[in-house]
């Protein structure tokens, strides 16, 4: 029982970071595509691996989790 | 483990021994995709032209290559250096890509295999002199109800023995990158080659980044950096690993709840999620060697 809610503890408090780094980022992202258009596809890569790293610690959070129920 | 009849296991299983090593369904995927990678640069060989208008498979190849090449002189912005990394990048994103990809092909995770166990292992189990040391502190009443569920334990696996019934069913197939060990393997390689290729350009001048006597904050920073080599060998590991373990966790998760085309927007995802990976991961790599390459008073 107290390992569900270990689970979900993890899970809850570790994307509040993560989600709140990727909105930052696509915000300031599309702001920049907004100011000068034709970099949007240089922006747009360097957006998607930014969130991609911003999204990586959401993963450490899941394996935690997944390591907590599983194992 | 789970009790919820859906198979989710955080490791790979091991499906065959030779000898004492055991080779997981990680490892025979893994293996997979490098022959399937082999025959087709052999097969591209053969069929090679020299021609203005090269069509098929010589295109595709032709167009993976010079994208994969201008991505990497993209970043280094110097021919003699893209050239040099271009090779290892372009082998950790096909490979990686791949891995990813293959994870999500029909078949892959569903198609069982009986567990294989050591040869010791079966036959201590078959002799029943598998119990396992217990700790002294034990008290008596405990000791002898372990002992009974030992006994019952063995009991169950030996019946299982005799009517000739598997004991475990795991999947023959789970994506290469579905397992840390895969991907650790990536990361110390990446990581690896990220020093020597800083050595490479600024000799050993480009050890005085992690060992710095002039003075003491600089000795410090320098521990820093070693810290966070390391680290970044556990980074890379773990955001393949997690990314890609996690899709394959909610595709089983999701067709477990729904079913047929349920998971169709999730394998979309996953989709997309194996080619950003496998592209962090070469950029990543990447960016790391053009910084190593680069010293450290210029940057």
């Known amino acids: 029982m107290s390992d569900a809610f270990a689970v979900a503890f993890v899970m809850g408090i570790g ?26 596809s240089k922006i747009q890569t360097n957006m998607i691996l930014g969130i991609a790293f911003a999204e990586a610690i959401a993963i450490y959070c899941l394996v935690v989790a997944l390591i907590l129920k599983f194992v | 483990m789970s009790t919820t009849g859906i198979h989710i296991s955080l490791s790979a299983e091991p499906i065959a021994h030779l000898g004492d090593f055991a080779i997981t369904n990680s490892m025979f995927t893994s293996l997979v995709v ?43 912005g110097d021919l003699k250096k893209a050239r040099l990394f271009f090779p290892i990048i372009a082998t950790f994103f096909i490979f990686i890509l791949l891995n990813n990809w293959l994870g999500l092909v ?12 050591t040869v010791e292992k079966a036959t201590q189990l078959e002799s029943g002199a598998a119990s396992p040391e217990k700790p002294a502190s034990i008290t008596q009443i405990e000791e002898a109800k372990l002992l009974e569920t030992d006994i019952k334990a063995e009991e ?14 795991v999947p023959l197939f789970r994506a290469g990158t579905a397992d840390l060990n895969t991907t650790l393997a990536l990361g110390i390689i990446s990581v690896i080659s990220i020093q020597l290729y800083g050595y490479h350009f600024s000799k050993l001048g480009y050890f005085t980044k992690f060992f710095n006597f002039s003075s003491p904050m600089m000795f410090y920073v320098g521990l820093l ?5 390391v680290s970044k060998v556990i980074s890379f590991a773990f955001r393949l690993f997690g990314n890609i373990f996690a899709g394959e966790v909610l595709l089983v998760v999701i067709s477990s709840l729904t079913g047929l085309i349920g998971p169709l927007p999730f394998y979309g995802l996953e989709i997309f999620v194996g080619f950003i990976q496998a592209l962090v991961f070469a950029m990543l790599s990447l960016v790391l060697m053009n910084m190593a390459s680069l010293g450290h008073e210029e940057h």
């Open chain 2, 156 to 169: 169950t696996v030996l019946a299982k023995i005799k009517t000739g019934q598997p004991q475990e069913l």
């Open chain 1, 15 to 40: 994307s509040i970071g993560p989600g709140l780094g990727i909105g930052l980022l696509v915000s300031k992202g599309l702001e920049a595509i907004g100011r000068n258009p034709e970099a949007a």
């Open chain 2, 34 to 76: 490098s022959l399937l990678l082999v025959a087709f640069a052999l097969v591209v060989n053969r069929s090679l032209k020299k021609t203005e208008h090269p069509s098929g498979l010589q295109n595709f190849a032709e167009w993976l290559v010079e994208s994969l090449f201008n991505l990497v002189y993209g970043v280094t």
């Open chain 2, 225 to 229: 950096e070693l810290i966070s080599e």
């Open chain 2, 106 to 117: 029909p078949g892959v995770g569903t198609i069982m295999t009986p567990l294989s166990e």
